[in-house]
């Protein structure tokens, strides 16, 4: 198995996470993001941490130049019943040719290494109800399902007052 290393992102690396993006919503929830809306929103959390952190996994080819293999994003949410923040894992990708190689799971630690830092008080995430097998790894990896459903608001709702 290759090296997996974890970095964090950079402004050099938009591309590669749109690109990722995309192909997540497309793989998992069958849906087609309008490009340069998912570019802008990537490139405002790449300027301004407090929004959004994305990490990459780079694995090292035969000819040893590195290759970003998967990416996923954290953001925060305070828990007051806990005092302290729960880092939400969101945006997960992996190509296709390194998934089942150990990429997520390296991505995985990293994160819950960063979540035993004091102040920290657990990892979430959330998971489409038809992708069966993220949510497989998740339980294997020790998540539990805590029991919560997450609601929103819809789209149209969120941008009524825009028009």
């Not at 069958?30 to 929004?51: M, N, P, Q, T, Y």
């Not at 959004?52 to 970003?68: C, H, N, S």
């Not at 102040?119 to 097998?133: E, I, M, P, Q």
Request: net charge negative.
């Amino acid at each position: 198995m290759s090296e997996i290393s974890i970095r964090p992102a950079a402004f050099d690396d938009l591309d590669t996470i749109v690109d990722f993006s995309a192909r997540l919503a497309s793989e998992s929830e069958g849906v087609e993001l309008d490009r340069e809306v998912l570019s802008a929103g990537i490139r405002s959390a790449l300027e301004d941490a407090v929004k959004a952190r994305y990490f990459l996994a780079e694995v090292r080819g035969e000819d040893g130049a590195a290759e970003i293999a998967g990416q996923l994003m954290i953001t925060y949410e305070w828990s007051d019943w806990r005092d302290g923040m729960f880092i939400w894992i969101q945006s997960v990708y992996v190509r296709g040719k390194e998934r089942r190689k150990g990429v997520f799971r390296a991505l995985y630690k990293h994160v819950t290494e960063l979540a035993s830092s004091p102040g920290y008080c657990g990892v979430r995430l959330y998971v489409h109800d038809g992708n069966t097998s993220a949510r497989e790894t998740y339980l294997r990896l020790g998540m539990v399902e805590p029991g919560y459903t997450v609601l929103e608001t819809p789209d149209e709702l969120k941008h009524e007052d825009e028009g």
